[in-house]
């Protein structure tokens, strides 16, 4: 019975990360300005994983490369500044985040973000989970389909359980 609850509880593990850990996202001191790249390339970013940006009187972009290299703050692709920001990297590949108060993105309040191709096997899972496991708190999540596939078992089950009664 256990064998069959592991086989079907295919629970995925997501991370989210906060943002600049304590500091959360302010603007970098002088000599610290490429603080948010050394922060985001110490960590390794899978898809679904999420972002916590946590700020005040501050907001958060989300643009394109060229807007976040120039600090251009016109065009954002999304705009947050609830001051509490979930953001979900939903695909692999680059996202670039800039400050859309005017001039903190020159003084590094900026980053670049790279999410790494979907994983191919468990082996790899488990690598990823366990490197990456000091630096963001885990979450399982079960997928719609597997919880009603599980949910169904264990009906099942449970109907069995009673007739052997
Ligand atoms: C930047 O300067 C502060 C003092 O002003 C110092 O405490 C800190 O360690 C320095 N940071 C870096 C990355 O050099
Ligand atoms: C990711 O989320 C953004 C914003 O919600 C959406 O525009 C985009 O289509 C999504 N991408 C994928 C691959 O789901
Ligand atoms: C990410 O989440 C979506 C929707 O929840 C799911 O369909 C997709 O398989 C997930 N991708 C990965 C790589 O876990
Ligand atoms: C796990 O990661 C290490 C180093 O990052 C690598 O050498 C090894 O091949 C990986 N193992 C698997 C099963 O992916």
Redesign the pocket.
């Known amino acids: 019975m256990a064998f069959i609850f592991l086989t079907i509880l295919k629970v995925?593990s997501?991370h989210e990360f906060k943002v600049g850990g304590n500091m959360g996202w302010t603007i970098p001191l002088s000599n610290d300005t490429d603080r948010y790249d050394n922060w985001a390339s110490h960590n390794r970013f899978?898809?679904?994983d999420t972002l916590r940006f946590e700020y005040t009187n501050d907001s958060v972009l989300v643009v394109t490369r060229e807007e976040h290299e120039r600090c251009k703050l016109s065009n954002p692709i999304s705009l947050f500044d609830n001051g509490d920001t979930v953001f979900e990297l939903?695909r692999s590949g680059f996202f670039y985040f800039v400050s859309g108060v005017s001039d903190h993105c020159e003084r590094g309040l900026k980053m670049i973000v790279k999410v790494l191709e979907?994983?191919k096997g468990a082996d790899q899972t488990a690598n990823q989970t366990s490197s990456v496991k000091s630096e963001a708190a885990s979450i399982l999540?079960m997928?719609s389909d597997t919880l009603s596939q599980t949910l169904m078992i264990v009906g099942i089950i449970a109907m069995f359980t009673v007739f052997y009664m």
């Open positions: 995925q997501i899978s898809i679904n939903n979907a994983e999540k997928d």
